[in-house]
């Protein structure tokens, strides 16, 4: 069982930046990928960045290449998200996940199903 909190979200004005951060219980954190999603109002749950095991590869939806870094201490069981030139389209609920069974070489990362665990969501609101 793998338990996820996300903190860090807020209200911020367009271009500016919010870190996001995931805290994860699992003591073998360091096997699973993680990924973070977010749900905008009336919308579906998408796909933002994930980052595999090991830290080697990472994946970006193209709405957030360029301006979104995922990363991972897994020294401290920890993912983060640093979101820069946010966009008033970024306003959503984030989600951390994890999964020990996605392949994103297999272009897998985007699908919801292959994410075991979940967080609660953090909520990020841009102004324009």
């Known amino acids: 069982q793998v338990q996820l909190v996300e903190s860090g979200g807020g209200l911020v004005q367009a271009g500016g930046s919010l870190r996001l951060s995931c805290a994860a219980s699992?003591?073998?954190?360091?096997?699973?990928?993680m990924g973070w999603f977010r749900q905008a109002p009336g919308k579906e749950r998408e796909f933002v960045v994930g980052?595999?095991?090991?830290?080697?590869?990472?994946y970006y939806a193209d709405s957030v290449k360029g301006r979104f870094t995922i990363s991972r201490d897994d020294g401290k069981n920890m993912v983060y998200l640093q979101m820069n030139s946010l966009k008033p389209e970024d306003t959503a609920v984030y989600y951390c996940?994890?999964?020990?069974?996605?392949?994103?070489?297999?272009?897998?990362?985007?699908?919801?199903?292959?994410?075991?665990?979940w967080g609660q969501g953090t909520q990020v609101t841009v102004s324009s």
């Open positions: 699992a003591r073998t954190f360091s096997s699973y990928a």
């Open positions: 996940a994890a999964s020990n069974r996605v392949n994103y070489g297999l272009g897998q990362g985007t699908l919801r199903p292959k994410y075991d665990y």
């Open positions: 980052i595999s095991w090991s830290g080697g590869s990472t």
